[in-house]
């Protein structure tokens, strides 16, 4: 059933509320640029291993509920029916491997979900044997523990700083 309907969408971008899957069609290709349209929330983002993997998978759900906890919120998203919505993105897609994002509104209709993936770009290999040009910059989270998308904005201006040389900057 979820399947189908994410394979019948242009959309990177799906509101999930009380069991019914919505695309956000506005035009958007990666996460990034979905995120602008998605309320202020909790969020975890993971990449997919062989299609169908996901690494720890119930600690990116921990960590969305202690987010929401840290926000103010007793929030506590079905389990069950996220695991299965995941594996329909997934199964509707195999062609290429995701990045995928799960947020959690806190702003608008909290406990509402959102998901957003994009195809996953890896960097080269010659990258990995030569390595890149790193900057290191201070970067301040008001509550560490709570991963917010609110933090994103102020990473992205970061970034957008980012000078020519370097090809990363950690925070």
Not at 19 to 38: D, V
Not at 88 to 100: D, N, V
């Amino acid at each position: 059933m979820y399947e189908e309907i994410f394979r019948q969408s242009d959309a990177n971008l799906w509101k999930v509320e009380n069991g019914n899957i919505t695309p956000l069609n506005y035009g958007t290709k990666t996460i990034a640029e979905a995120a602008k349209f998605t309320p202020s929330g909790a969020y975890t983002t993971f990449r997919t291993y062989d299609i169908f993997g996901v690494l720890r998978f119930t600690k990116h759900l921990d960590r969305l509920e202690e987010t929401s906890r840290l926000a103010g919120y007793d929030i506590h998203p079905d389990r069950t029916q996220l695991k299965d919505l995941l594996a329909a993105l997934m199964a509707a897609f195999p062609s290429a491997e995701k990045r995928i994002r799960v947020t959690i509104d806190l702003e608008k209709e909290p406990g509402s979900i959102y998901l957003a993936w994009e195809k996953l770009a890896v960097p080269a290999a010659e990258l990995y044997r030569h390595g890149i040009r790193c900057l290191t910059t201070e970067a301040h989270r008001d509550n560490p523990k709570a991963k917010l998308s609110s933090f994103l904005e102020k990473a992205d201006e970061i970034r957008g700083q980012q000078c020519e040389a370097c090809d990363e900057i950690l925070m």
